[in-house]
């Protein structure tokens, strides 16, 4: 079989040399149907469209009538980006060689890159149908014609017809763990991966990538391993290092992550990502003027790069230096304003240097960009009651509510707004759904509404007494 597969190149190396010659030559020689399908294929596999759409114009004033020389057209017109041009040539093929499953396995890639997605599931099924032999490699160009246009639900569909056929086609399995880890079905992807690596345990790549779905799954410990695995296959693979540093830092193993990071800079000198995530490390660890060094490096190497200005910001508010602080947070702004996080450390700085109308700002912003945490909506209520405004604080932490009904620390700061207005009705409702979700942060209520009022008193009073009855009775 490897003889018939050397004399085979050796036949397109001549063809080819002959092709050449008689482009230099200006000549015309005469081809097979054959010759010419190498010698396109040929040009097509360098990726090199224009010497193949030369060879094509050759071949079919040569056999103008050689369906496969058509097809080989038909592709050539898809490559140059005119789907509707190839899917007319398709048609007019589909009428002379109905039968030939190639020419709707085109249609189907046509009306693909057409975004008609039914209509190409029709003509690929038919494809399929018509094709007696190569039915898994036909199944696999299909899914692969639909993981282009990422609708891997779909790839995955075919693939699983092609993996049916054959368990131990690596290039299928490997296609279906990428396509259900790009659907975020990481046990299936992780399966699937598992199955290649039993094939091949020593492929990088599979090692690679299921360490990136452990990372995904949280199961840092494993990743760690796979990208241990990687390294031990190929000592050069820069981003294996990288991901096992962020493992560890992940899995809580924050010194180990730091010594991983600074192997990775080893090969791979002045990485400001690595730089700042040393600085965070360091954070975490509370030594801060080891943080600040790194991020002060990372933004040495990177002017622009927010989130060491934003490691900075966070340090220095830490640390009540709220000046410095509003600097360098205004510096992550500027070279990243759609970050949520930038504009709350803003909101903050503001709210604790005073400038009320700028922490309002920064707040409303990042309301706009990301409303999903009820730690920002308490801060900004903070901001407006603390400059008597309590109308307006009530209508925020109504807003609020409205996103997080059964939040115990929202209900308990608009209970107690509720109750200073004497609106006692509505604020013993939202009093009950705080002290239902979390007695023990009673506290906060008391802290606003410092009153003792009748029927409040007798609300609270129930639900500790219920408290203290449960409690003996558990122990």
């Not at 199955?195 to 090692?207: G, L, V």
């Not at 992550?257 to 954070?283: P, Q, R, V, W």
């Not at 409205?402 to 009093?431: G, K, V």
Request: proline share 1%; net charge negative; aromatic share 14%.
């Amino acid at each position: 079989m490897d003889e018939n597969l050397d004399q085979f190149d050796e036949e397109v190396k001549a063809s080819l040399s002959r092709y050449k010659d008689m482009l230099k030559n200006k000549s015309s020689y005469y081809f097979d149907v054959f010759e010419f399908e190498h010698i396109i294929d040929f040009y097509l596999n360098k990726n090199d469209v224009s010497n193949a759409n030369n060879a094509i114009k050759y071949a079919l004033n040569q056999h103008p009538n050689a369906t496969s020389l058509l097809l080989k057209q038909a592709q050539a017109y898809i490559n140059k980006g005119f789907p509707v041009k190839s899917l007319k040539l398709l048609k007019k093929l589909e009428k002379i060689e109905s039968s030939n499953y190639a020419i709707f396995q085109l249609q189907g890639a046509v009306y693909c890159s057409l975004g008609s997605v039914n209509k190409a599931i029709e003509v690929f099924d038919s494809a399929i149908s018509l094709a007696f032999e190569n039915k898994e490699d036909l199944l696999f160009s299909i899914g692969m014609t639909f993981k282009q246009i990422s609708r891997f639900d779909i790839a995955n569909k075919y693939l699983l017809k092609a993996y049916d056929l054959d368990h131990q086609n690596i290039e299928v399995i490997f296609e279906l763990a990428h396509n259900y880890d790009k659907l975020d079905e990481d046990e299936i992807s992780e399966r699937y991966f598992k199955e290649y690596i039993n094939i091949d345990p020593f492929s990088f790549i599979a090692w690679y990538s299921i360490g990136l779905v452990y990372t995904k799954m949280e199961k840092y410990d494993l990743a760690i391993a796979a990208f241990e695995y990687v390294i031990a296959i190929d000592p050069e693979h820069v981003s294996a290092y990288y991901q096992r540093a962020i493992s560890l830092y992940y899995n809580e193993k924050v010194k180990e992550s730091i010594d991983a990071f600074n192997e990775f800079l080893e090969l791979e000198k002045d990485n400001t990502f690595a730089i700042f995530h040393i600085g965070e490390a360091y954070a975490k660890l509370k030594n801060t003027k080891k943080a600040s060094e790194y991020f002060a490096k990372a933004i040495d190497i990177d002017e622009q790069y927010a989130d060491a200005w934003y490691g900075q910001a966070y340090l220095l508010y830490e640390n009540k230096k709220y000046t410095d602080s509003l600097h360098s947070i205004k510096k992550a702004i500027k070279y990243d304003a759609e970050d949520p996080d930038y504009w709350f450390m803003s909101a903050l700085i503001c709210h604790e240097l005073g400038f009320v109308e700028e922490a309002e700002k920064a707040y409303k912003k990042t309301i706009e960009l990301d409303d999903s945490d009820p730690k920002i909506w308490v801060e900004y209520s903070k901001l407006n009651f603390g400059q008597s405004k309590i109308y307006k604080t009530i209508n925020i932490l109504s807003e609020a509510n409205d996103l997080f009904e059964n939040d115990e620390d929202i209900n308990y700061r608009l209970a107690a707004y509720l109750a200073i207005i004497n609106n006692t009705n509505s604020a013993i409702f939202h009093l009950k759904l705080a002290l239902d979700k979390d007695v023990d942060k009673l506290e906060i209520f008391r802290s606003i509404f410092k009153k003792k009022h009748g029927e409040i008193e007798k609300v609270i009073e129930s639900y500790l007494v219920t408290k203290q009855a449960d409690t003996k009775k558990n122990n």
